[in-house]
């Protein structure tokens, strides 16, 4: 199965949904709501991006991480991320 890309990035934006995937604590849901991107095309993308290891490792992370799955995570977190996580322009 061939999982669909939402949207054509620009690198600026292809390199913040990477470093969101990334971030422990930014859940698929942030991400989707920022760019689109539901969390099996994040994968998707995430595969076709990084190295083999890389994804393999983020992967491996990732996978059933209560922080980057908001049905998870305690109901004491109300947030996606910290109010000084994103840079500034």
Not at 8 to 33: G, H, K, N, Q, Y
Not at 37 to 65: C, D
Request: charge should be positive.
């Amino acid at each position: 199965m061939t999982t669909r890309l939402p949207q054509t990035l620009s690198e600026a934006d292809l390199s913040r949904l990477i470093e969101m995937a990334w971030e422990d604590r930014t859940p698929f849901d942030a991400i989707e709501t920022t760019f689109g991107y539901s969390e099996p095309q994040v994968i998707a993308l995430m595969r076709k991006k990084l190295k083999r290891n890389s994804f393999e490792l983020w992967r491996k992370r990732v996978t059933g991480r209560a922080t980057k799955h908001v049905a998870l995570r305690s109901k004491l977190v109300n947030r996606a991320y910290c109010a000084t996580q994103y840079k500034q322009k």
